[in-house]
């Protein structure tokens, strides 16, 4: 897995940068005076699939860029975490277009993947960063011309990662990228087209490249597309999920853990995660950590520790989709987190908050916990229940065959 260890080592100096600064004008009758991300869709907010889909990867941060009715937006979002990865909204106070909007993170950030909060376009971040070349300022997600408009980066060929623009091109830009600090000597404040202002400029000069995905790619900009997204939420985006206690499933459990080099998983944990990954399973961590409450470690010492986790999972190809942790007991010796909080297991507000995040099928799904509490969060929340076995790889296959 040298692969995943290597996009690691990139992916902690990487940032991710959403752009959710437009009006949506082709379907403003559709958005009630929301801005475009923010329309929801089975009762989610479409950028919260947006940012879903790539909050698996350990990135350094994720900036939301905003702009029309940015408050929305703020209000849910800024300064808040998802998996780990801090969120910070910044917003345009003019109209500057989808690169001029990038010029306030030009001393904030180096390099950085770009996608669209409007499109769902699931990528290999590893094909995106290896197509890069070292002359290169970047590398574009490519699909296919679904739409077939006229703009000339929907009509693009591509040979050996170097993208050429043509009439009869069938692939078209898929609105995801990875970008070297170097774009930003093109990026001016001003209003100014990212695709029409600079990447035509560089795939004529052989400046940026391109990598195909034969991926689901989704847009729900136009009327047509929008009228067809509860069907990629039913379809596509809702999975089954394996909820899974943390200490006595994952990991051995031995009073407060909270340093790696404590961590010893249970026999078979990484080739069960591996299966439940391969067959299409959300990886949710639910986890009661009444050791922040009584000052055997700090909450920020156990995000440090969660997000180390996170990052060897990662190394190993196993992606841990969100945790929920609950640092409340009524027992703390914290005041802060001293209450009797129904996110704290028997309770099941942890379960409740994947379910309003995240596009379950709760019907395949399934809650894998060592403790009494754990057995009565699942009964609360109706999922299937075991108590951990001694081999997790064989009783999570056992469970997929039922």
């Not at 070292?134 to 693009?156: F, M, P, R, V, W």
């Not at 990228?177 to 093109?186: D, L, Q, S, T, V």
């Not at 986890?287 to 990662?314: C, D, V, Y």
Request: some cysteine; glycine content about 4%.
């Amino acid at each position: 897995m040298k692969q995943y260890e290597t996009l690691l080592n990139k992916l902690k100096k990487t940032d991710l940068v959403i752009l959710a600064g437009g009006k949506g004008t082709r379907i403003s009758k559709r958005l009630n005076n929301l801005p475009k991300p923010m329309v929801k869709f089975r009762n989610r907010d479409f950028l919260q699939y947006v940012i879903n889909s790539f909050s698996k990867y350990p990135f350094k941060k994720i900036y939301i860029l905003t702009g029309y009715r940015s408050n929305f937006i703020y209000k849910k979002y800024h300064n808040k975490e998802i998996n780990f990865i801090k969120i910070e909204c910044l917003k345009e106070d003019k109209l500057l277009g989808t690169a001029g909007s990038l010029y306030k993170l030009k001393k904030k950030i180096n390099n950085f993947i770009l996608i669209n909060g409007d499109s769902i376009f699931e990528v290999d971040l590893i094909r995106l960063f290896n197509s890069c070349k070292d002359n290169s300022y970047g590398s574009i997600a490519l699909t296919k011309n679904i739409n077939q408009e006229s703009k000339k980066l929907n009509h693009l060929s591509i040979k050996q990662n170097k993208i050429f623009l043509s009439k009869k091109g069938s692939l078209m830009n898929g609105g995801v990228y990875f970008f070297k600090k170097k774009i930003f000597k093109f990026i001016k404040n001003k209003f100014m087209s990212l695709e029409n202002d600079i990447l035509i400029n560089l795939i004529e000069k052989k400046k940026i490249n391109g990598v195909y995905y034969n991926n689901i790619f989704h847009d729900i900009g136009t009327n047509k597309f929008f009228n067809k997204t509860n069907a990629l939420i039913d379809n596509h985006l809702s999975r089954p999920a394996a909820f899974l206690d943390r200490d006595g499933v994952i990991n051995h459990h031995k009073n407060y853990i909270f340093k790696m080099k404590y961590f010893f998983l249970r026999t078979g944990v990484i080739k069960g995660l591996k299966l439940l990954q391969k067959e299409d399973f959300y990886i949710f961590i639910v986890t009661n950590q009444a050791g922040i409450a009584k000052k055997k470690f700090s909450e920020t010492a156990f995000k440090k520790f969660s997000l180390r986790i996170k990052e060897f999972f990662f190394k190993k190809g196993i992606f841990l989709n969100d945790v929920e942790y609950c640092p409340f007991h009524k027992q703390a010796l914290i005041k802060k987190y001293k209450k009797d909080s129904q996110f704290r297991k028997p309770g099941n507000l942890m379960i409740k908050s994947l379910f309003k995040k995240w596009p379950i099928n709760k019907k395949k799904s399934f809650f894998i916990g060592d403790q009494i509490t754990d057995f009565k969060c699942a009964k609360k929340s109706n999922l299937y229940f075991e108590y951990p076995q001694d081999n997790f790889f064989y009783q999570i296959n056992k469970i997929k065959k039922n």
